[in-house]
């Protein structure tokens, strides 16, 4: 029979450091899955994921086990990828570049039939990532947890360890500078 | 051109793609080998540290307070002695109380 959770995590505050790697093991893809939705760099996604195993087994203590160890570390890894793309802020000027041949055919397509142009296509994904990488951190954070992942404000709080009124002010906040950017976008191509 | 449908159409492009969960090849023991040779954090450590660099500015802002109270104790005139003022302000009540006999008894 396999240890659960808590049984690992008490072998390894007891100095066990070997039991901390099923840990690793079984929710690694989850965090990997989450850092790749804030860098595109694989070095980059690298670099998140073992900052966040690091803060994990340093703060494990802190863990008090009244909820899920996935619940604790999923807070761990969105406040992590927070803190890279503030560190990272200045980068995103550049990611502003012009839009790709296949980027201006697909905004062709949408703003001649809106309804027929597929979300699919390769095309719309990279330009949303454009569109993200515009964005300001706490803009980005909002529209990846709150529209792209639909989570709920509450659990939005709670990830990120801001108020409820906060999210709702920074979600407004967010969805008005996504149509800024997107405003910039179409001008850039019809001007 | 729409923007709001724009935006419902990327962000539905997000969602229809979500990132791959996938994990490069024995990154379980690469962490682990970081976690063996990264010291777990001593609280006693972090507190000798802090303290050490508070000294610096404490020391600097001791020489300072200490120079200025010099300075100001070497210019000031006898009448407007810090110790003369204490011992004035304290002994105000006791030099105004007029002298009342005790009738009591």
């Known amino acids: 029979m396999e240890p659960t959770d808590a049984e690992l995590i008490t072998a390894t505050l007891r100095g066990q450091a070997d039991s901390f790697e099923p840990l690793v093991r079984k929710y690694s893809p989850r965090v990997f899955g989450t850092a790749r939705r804030y860098a595109r760099r694989q070095s980059e996604v690298e670099d998140i994921v073992q900052e966040v195993w690091i803060k994990a087994y340093q703060k494990l203590h802190s863990f008090r086990g009244t909820a899920p160890f996935e619940h604790w570390l999923m807070r761990l890894t969105v406040r992590t990828c927070y803190d890279f793309l503030r560190a990272h802020q200045r980068n995103r000027e550049m990611a502003f570049s012009e839009l790709s041949n296949e980027e201006g055919d697909w905004l062709e397509s949408f703003a001649q039939a809106p309804e027929s142009s597929s979300e699919t296509a390769d095309a719309a994904r990279l330009l949303i990532e454009r569109v993200l990488a515009r964005l300001s951190p706490p803009a980005r954070l909002i529209i990846t947890l709150l529209e792209i992942e639909d989570r709920s404000v509450k659990e939005i709080a709670h990830l990120t360890g801001w108020s409820v009124t906060l999210v709702k002010v920074r979600a407004f906040r967010a969805r008005a500078e996504m149509r800024r950017v997107l405003a910039k976008i179409a001008k850039e191509k019809y001007l | ?105």
């Open chain 2, 1 to 105: 051109m729409n923007l709001g449908q724009l935006q419902q159409k990327l962000i539905a492009a997000a969602r229809a793609i979500p990132p791959s969960e996938q994990v490069p090849y024995a990154f379980e023991q690469r962490i682990l080998a970081r976690l063996r040779d990264c010291p777990a954090a001593d609280t006693w450590e972090l507190w000798s540290r802090a303290l050490w660099r508070a000294a610096a500015p404490c020391v600097a802002c001791m020489l300072l307070l200490g120079a200025w109270s010099y300075y100001v104790a070497s210019t000031r005139s006898p009448q407007t002695d810090l110790s003369q003022q204490f011992d004035n302000t304290v002994l105000a009540a006791t030099d105004q109380e007029p002298q009342v006999p005790d009738t009591s008894w």
